[in-house]
Nanobody
Framework: QVQLVESGGGLVQAGDSLRISCTVS????????LGWFRQAPGKEREFVSA????????FYGESVEGRFTISRDDAQNTVYLEMTSLTPEDTGTYFC???????????????????WGQGTQVTVSS
């Protein structure tokens, strides 16, 4: 059974940086494409970033492009999201997803991901 566990969330101030992690167990990590989504209270889940399984190609949502960096460590079965220049609009629960899909075009879609973690809370104060 594939399990994803996010960690590293917390309370930070605007302008700060934060790195969150997602560790995957129970599956072939190197064969997964991985994505980060976030959800603020009262809002729909939003695509943040994704990284492909083979060549580690990265994708970003418009609101985080240039501020966030996704990376993966296949030896540690972990995907990271480095977040800089955080603003209160970045507040939300951040979810990690894993998929065996090879269609990079669909990595920004929530339904592409078969496996999900329970999320880690990121709160940015002004």
């Amino acid at each position: 059974q594939v399990q994803l566990v996010e960690s590293g969330g917390g309370l930070v101030q605007a302008g700060d940086s934060l790195r969150i992690s997602c560790t995957v167990s129970g599956g072939s990590f190197s064969s997964f494409a991985l994505g980060w989504f976030r959800q603020a209270p009262g809002k729909e889940r939003e695509f943040v970033s994704a990284i492909t399984w083979s060549d580690a190609k990265t994708f970003y949502g418009e609101s985080v492009e240039g501020r966030f960096t996704i990376s993966r460590d296949d030896a540690q079965n972990t995907v990271y999201l480095e977040m800089t220049s955080l603003t209160p609009e970045d507040t939300g629960t951040y979810f990690c997803g894993a998929t065996g899909s090879r269609q990079n075009y669909y990595l920004a879609r929530e339904r592409t991901y078969r496996f999900w973690g329970q999320g880690t809370q990121v709160t940015v104060s002004s």
